[in-house]
C-alpha cells in the first residue's frame, strides 16, 4: 500500500510540475497534451501561422510527427505541411504551421517512438 501512495503522489507531482511549467498558451495557439499515450485533443483545427504547442505529461517520451500519408507511420509532408517535434519528456515543443498552408489542408500525426493506433494518432485540419 504504501508503494502505490508513493507512485500516485510521484504521478501528481509529475502533472503539478509540468503544468507549473507551461506558461499561458497564447492567443493565437493550439495546445495538444499527451496523457496516458494519447493526444488530447485527437483532432486539431489550426489556421495558416498558427503555432501549435505540444505538451508531454505521459511517463513515456513521445513526439508528434506529420504523417506522409493516414495510416502509414512515416515521417513525411501531407498537403505541403510537415511538422517533428522529436521525441522529448516532461516538456513542451512547437512547431508553426506555414503561412501559405492550404485551407482545407488535412495532416495525420503519429507518435515516431511508438508507431502504431494503440498509442494515439491525431489529425490536423487547416481552417
Keep these: 500500500m504504501r508503494g502505490a501512495r508513493w507512485v500516485k503522489g510521484w504521478g501528481v507531482g509529475l502533472v503539478a510540475a509540468l503544468m507549473a511549467g507551461c506558461g499561458p498558451l497564447p492567443s ?31 511517463t513515456a517520451p513521445h513526439s508528434a510527427t506529420s504523417a506522409s500519408d493516414p495510416g502509414s ?6 498537403d505541403g505541411i510537415f511538422f517533428d517535434t522529436g521525441p522529448f519528456l516532461g516538456e513542451e515543443r512547437s512547431f508553426t504551421i506555414p503561412e501559405d498552408a492550404v485551407p482545407g ?12 493506433f494503440e498509442h494515439g494518432v491525431g489529425r490536423l485540419v487547416v481552417e
Aim: hydrophobic content about 35%; proline content about 8%; aromatic content about 14%.
Design 28 to 58: 493565437d495557439g493550439v495546445r495538444v497534451t499527451i496523457y496516458d499515450w494519447h493526444y488530447t485533443p485527437t483532432h486539431i483545427r489550426v489556421k495558416p501561422g498558427q503555432t501549435v504547442w505540444v505538451l508531454n505529461m505521459d
Design 105 to 116: 489542408s488535412k495532416v495525420p500525426y503519429f507518435c515516431t517512438v511508438h508507431h502504431d
Design 73 to 78: 507511420f512515416v515521417p513525411g509532408e501531407s
